[in-house]
């Protein structure tokens, strides 16, 4: 193992501060660049994908729980697999306490391929809590899209999955979606090495079109002191 060369305190002070005006300058960057990702144009996208979650069927619009915004997490677990991803569940380990973005008026929920029946048991086994879906879904279910004779795929349209050597790749990923009533538009989305720093409530809040205060006026408080 290589450790730090050992200094005095005058050369850390000083090492520190040129490395702080290298961080400060990192930090505006960072601050332009989510400026400009709010700034992105939208596209409008059917809100009756078909989700099954605790309570049965679920549409894209019912995965806003009534909110405004809305992020996915793509949680890596396809349908022959017997646990979901490791790297994807360190990252959902990461996000915090789901009331902080709900009252930003933004939800949260992780998506997957496997079946509901296979996600619930491994979701009991990591402890979480944040609402979890599955995306299998048939053409029995009426999930077809309208005139382009294939069927709806949430995963496929969206990125999640990719095509490679004849079938079909898992992408760990995120994606934003914005409400207008009963219209969904897409804002968003970030995928594989593009998701390291991320998983606190500012780091998703900062990925959506409204930013981290969407009415301009709440203030972080206890998780459970919240009226939402």
Same mark, same amino acid.
């Not at 049965?56 to 949680?75: P, S």
């Given at each position: 193992?290589?450790?730090?060369?050992?200094?005095?305190?005058?050369?850390?002070?000083?090492?520190?501060?040129?490395?702080?005006?290298?961080?400060?300058?990192?930090?505006?960057?960072?601050?332009?660049?989510?400026?400009?990702?709010?700034?992105?144009?939208?596209?409008?996208?059917?809100?009756?994908?078909?989700?099954?979650?605790?309570?049965?069927?679920?549409?894209?619009?019912?995965?806003?729980?009534?909110?405004?915004?809305?992020?996915?997490?793509?949680?890596?677990?396809?349908?022959?697999?017997?646990?979901?991803?490791?790297?994807?569940?360190?990252?959902?380990?990461?996000?915090?306490?789901?009331?902080? =973005?709900?009252?930003?008026?933004?939800?949260?929920?992780?998506?997957?391929?496997?079946?509901?029946?296979?996600?619930?048991?491994?979701?009991?086994?990591?402890?979480?809590?944040?609402?979890?879906?599955?995306?299998?879904?048939?053409?029995?279910?009426?999930?077809?899209?309208?005139?382009?004779?294939?069927?709806?795929?949430?995963?496929?349209?969206?990125?999640?999955?990719?095509?490679?050597?004849?079938?079909?790749?898992?992408?760990?990923?995120?994606?934003?979606?914005?409400?207008?009533?009963?219209?969904?538009?897409?804002?968003?989305?970030?995928?594989?090495?593009?998701?390291?720093?991320?998983?606190?409530?500012?780091? =998703?809040?900062?990925?959506?079109? =409204?930013?981290?205060?969407?009415?301009?006026?709440?203030?972080?408080?206890?998780?459970?002191?919240?009226?939402?």
């Amino acid at each position: 193992m290589s450790y730090p060369e050992i200094v005095s305190r005058e050369q850390w002070r000083a090492a520190r501060e040129e490395l702080l005006r290298k961080e400060e300058a990192v930090r505006r960057a960072r601050e332009a660049l989510g400026a400009e990702r709010r700034r992105l144009p939208m596209v409008e996208v059917d809100p009756e994908y078909v989700f099954e979650g605790g309570d049965g069927k679920a549409t894209l619009l019912d995965l806003f729980e009534g909110r405004a915004q809305l992020v996915v997490h793509h949680f890596m677990f396809a349908p022959e697999w017997e646990t979901g991803c490791p790297c994807c569940a360190a990252f959902l380990d990461q996000v915090g306490h789901l009331a902080h =973005l709900r009252a930003r008026n933004t939800s949260f929920a992780a998506v997957s391929r496997a079946p509901f029946t296979r996600i619930l048991p491994f979701k009991a086994r990591m402890g979480w809590a944040v609402p979890w879906y599955s995306s299998a879904h048939s053409a029995d279910d009426g999930d077809r899209d309208r005139g382009s004779g294939r069927d709806r795929d949430f995963n496929r349209d969206f990125e999640a999955t990719v095509e490679a050597d004849g079938g079909l790749v898992e992408r760990p990923g995120l994606s934003c979606f914005l409400r207008d009533h009963d219209r969904v538009f897409h804002t968003y989305s970030v995928y594989d090495d593009g998701l390291d720093g991320l998983g606190t409530t500012s780091a =998703l809040l900062d990925l959506t079109a =409204l930013g981290r205060s969407p009415d301009g006026t709440e203030r972080l408080r206890l998780h459970d002191e919240y009226d939402y």
